[in-house]
């Protein structure tokens, strides 16, 4: 990751994407809930978690060929991730092995998510994508082979 990083609830964020975070007790879990605001807007929303290697770092996408650079984030290993795109904007976000995500970014302009997963265990197909017509959304179950 570029820059200094801030681990919020188990999950590395590079610092100079992070706009301002907070957190919260879920009364129905009983777990503490972090919202990350990023600067661009959009906002990540996951549990505390309990495995390393959690991270979100700046991406680059195309939604379409003829669209300019989305940029956006990559997001590995996290659990129960839910991102809310930004409002009027091109959104990129793309998930590595995240399990029962959820991905909010139905506000109209063309925005590009992709799923893909190495890990056996983590279905692609486990979440759930709001999106309109004009969103380009990309699923890759990637299967390990074994020699």
């Known amino acids: 990751m ?4 801030i681990n919020i609830g ?3 964020f590079d610092k100079s994407l ?3 975070h907070l957190s919260g ?5 009983n777990k503490t809930v972090y919202c990350v605001f990023m600067q661009d ?3 990540f929303s996951f549990q505390e978690q309990d495995v390393s290697g959690s991270k979100v770092k700046p991406s680059v996408g195309k939604a379409y060929s003829w669209d300019s650079d989305l940029v956006g984030y990559k997001a590995f290993g996290i659990k129960g991730l839910y991102i809310e795109g930004t409002k009027n904007e ?3 976000y793309e998930l590595k092995n995240c399990e029962d995500y959820r991905v909010d970014i139905g506000d109209g302009e063309a925005d590009e998510v992709v799923i893909s997963s190495t890990n056996e265990n983590i279905d692609v197909n ?3 994508i709001i999106s309109d017509s004009n969103d380009k959304i990309t699923k890759k179950q990637n299967k390990i082979i074994e020699f």
């Open 90 to 92: 091109g959104d990129y």
């Open 25 to 29: 007790i879920n009364n129905t879990t």
């Open 18 to 20: 992070v706009k301002s």
């Open 41 to 43: 807007g959009s906002k």
């Open 10 to 12: 188990g999950v590395n």
């Open 2 to 5: 570029s820059g200094d990083s």
């Open 126 to 128: 486990d979440g759930v």
